[in-house]
Nanobody, 119 residues
């Protein structure tokens, strides 16, 4: 069994910064992908950023240059540093652990953490 737990989030003014953290525990073996997704009210869940166990990162175009994802393989942790936040970044943010080598493929989600960007 795998557990994914997020922390961080909150209310911040436009232009501000927030840091989200995620810890995954349980039977997690390489290769895997840890990532952040977000869902705003009335919209579909969308990818924000991912990082593989090998360190390869991927970002949505909307956050490139503003958000930075980093990971710790030993601790199975992933952080998302969010700078220059905009009101359109307001959403529930979810951490995701994708065990790409598992068969069948297993994907685990955290409970989500709210990020609100407002003055």
């Amino acid at each position: 069994q795998v557990q994914v737990v997020e922390s961080g989030g909150g209310l911040v003014q436009p232009g501000g910064s927030l840091r989200l953290s995620c810890s995954a525990s349980g039977s997690i073996f390489r290769p895997y992908v840890l990532g952040w997704y977000r869902q705003a009210p009335g919209k579909q869940r969308e990818l924000v950023a991912t990082i593989t166990s090998g360190g390869t990162t991927n970002y949505a175009d909307s956050v490139k240059g503003r958000f930075t994802i980093s990971g710790d393989n030993a601790q199975k942790m992933v952080n998302l540093q969010m700078n220059s936040l905009k009101p359109e970044d307001t959403a529930a943010y979810y951490c995701n652990a994708d065990l790409v080598a598992s068969s069948p493929r297993k994907v685990y989600w955290g409970q989500g953490t709210q990020v609100t960007v407002s003055s």
